[in-house]
């Protein structure tokens, strides 16, 4: 062969001597667990230090750096700096903890490396047992169809991408112009903003997804709903769906879903929940009734790495009708043709539910999750941090200092120092500062929100390793701090 005559030899990125990159492994695996085992003996955020940032943001290497070099880079640069949501402090956003299994799932998972979207092989079926098992969760129709994406904007987006396309089929075809209107669709003022990028992304536009204004109790208004979606149906435009919110982001606020689900079978829309974190509280029986809708949505986003604790990244989308969602993605393709027999048969490619082509196998550490917790334990933790919010309102109800801005309905909380004798733009500048110092002397780490106005300490609790103590932490640091400022 004339052409091997110009190689050396041949090259591979495997290890030179997999002994040696063994035993970086062990390792690895030894220093992590440390990591994780001490995590709560280290401040739960650190500032980056101008020597690690300058590491990185080197030129592009050119020559190999040994393995064991590179991992100390890591050691060194990277680990220390972490954005601190492993720690039983951290309250910030929404962000879930992970776990010692979820990462060594991930490490299996990356170790097999499927590309798990189509052909016949293990990967595959564990994706559709997961889904399976989760529709079961939420005792949602078992003839339902889901997909795992990266997070609970894409789910959500998927699932407005099916709502439009089973609008109209001509849609896919001929784009929006085909239904011979403006398309709008409906939602609370207090939506998370993934659902404007919908509304972009399926060129409804942000504008004409009608943010309807909230109650007092942060949920959408019904009756200013319907009289929207009158109005415009009067004016010739084309309500096509109804989002409704199971946990708003600010506030954890949850929707009178039976009654958006009733107005959307009435006037002939799409009834799809944004359930992120909030419908995973569907697991204590005390929601049972508030998130029962769930059951019968046209289709339910929520993520697996809020409150189910998984490892980034993984998010579910729910489908009620396996034929509608197909049918807003599904595309003949020779080269992805199904085959009788071999590599290239078996279960129906995931792409045909979906934007994404190659996917990860993020199924593997749900699968292995679900298996080594079982759902009572997942249900006992969605209940123990509900009422870890409620034990954190009594604590701040009794500080004379602290004022509550929102109620404890679920697994989220927003509150303010306040001294009383301060007009709220002053109040909103001090409760920014003190949020500042709270992260960076690593006492604690909630985030923040503006609830009419007023700049809120928010805490939204999908930690699985907080503890009554870790509340009463961030309780003193935030009079210690306040009272410092004043
Ligand atoms: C977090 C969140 C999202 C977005 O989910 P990602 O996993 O961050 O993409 C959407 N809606 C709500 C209510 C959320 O809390």
Not at 380 to 402: G, H, T
Request: charged content about 20%.
């Amino acid at each position: 062969m004339k052409i091997f005559e110009t190689l050396a030899y041949e090259e591979t990125l495997d290890p030179e001597d997999w002994k040696v990159v063994r035993q970086l492994a062990h390792t690895m695996v030894d220093d992590m667990f440390d990591y994780l085992e001490n995590v709560k003996n280290r401040p739960v955020w650190t500032p980056i230090t101008e020597g690690a940032k300058n590491a990185l943001n080197q030129p592009l290497p050119i020559e190999p750096m040994m393995p064991e070099h590179v991992y100390e880079e890591f050691k060194a640069h990277i680990l220390p700096f972490n954005m601190g949501n492993v720690h039983p402090r951290f309250w910030s956003w929404v962000n879930g903890n992970g776990t010692a299994m979820g990462m060594m799932a991930d490490m299996l998972a990356s170790g097999m490396n499927p590309n798990n979207t189509i052909g016949e092989h293990a990967g595959q079926y564990v994706e559709r047992q997961v889904i399976t098992w989760l529709k079961a969760m939420f005792n949602y129709p078992s003839v339902g169809s889901g997909l795992l994406v990266s997070g609970g904007s894409v789910a959500n987006i998927t699932a407005i991408i099916v709502a439009r396309n089973h609008f109209d089929q001509q849609i896919r075809n001929a784009g929006n112009a085909a239904v011979g209107g403006l398309l709008t669709m409906y939602c609370s003022s207090e939506t998370h903003n993934c659902m404007m990028k919908a509304a972009d992304v399926i060129g409804v536009g942000s504008d004409n997804l009608r943010k309807i204004p909230v109650d007092s109790d942060f949920q959408i208004n019904v009756v200013a709903l319907e009289q929207a979606i009158l109005e415009d149906k009067k004016a010739g435009k084309v309500p096509f769906c109804i989002v409704g919110n199971a946990g708003t982001v600010n506030t954890g606020a949850i929707d009178p879903l039976s009654t958006l689900q009733n107005l959307a079978t009435e006037y002939g829309l799409w009834f799809h929940v944004d359930g992120a974190f909030g419908a995973l509280a569907k697991l204590d029986a005390a929601f049972g009734e508030r998130l029962k809708a769930i059951e019968t949505a046209d289709s339910v986003a929520f993520d697996l790495h809020k409150w189910m604790y998984m490892n980034y990244e993984v998010g579910c989308v729910l489908v009620r009708d396996e034929n509608i969602h197909r049918s807003a993605f599904a595309q003949a393709a020779s080269y992805l043709a199904h085959h009788e027999r071999g590599l290239a048969s078996g279960i129906e490619p995931r792409s045909n539910f979906g934007l994404e082509l190659s996917r990860n196998f993020k199924a593997l550490k749900v699968w292995m999750l679900l298996k080594e917790h079982g759902i009572e334990k997942y249900r006992r933790l969605i209940r123990q941090n509900i009422a870890q919010i409620k034990y954190l309102s009594e604590l701040i109800d009794n500080q004379m200092f602290l004022e509550r801005l929102s109620e404890p309905v679920m697994n989220v909380l927003c509150f303010r120092f306040n001294p009383k004798n301060m007009s709220d733009e002053h109040l909103n500048m001090l409760n920014k500062e003190i949020l500042m110092r709270l992260h960076e002397h690593g006492i604690a780490a909630p985030s923040y929100g503006l609830l009419n106005g007023k700049y809120a300490i928010r805490v939204a609790n999908v930690n699985h390793r907080s503890r009554k103590e870790d509340f009463e932490a961030l309780v003193e640091g935030v009079v210690k701090l306040g009272q410092e400022l004043i």
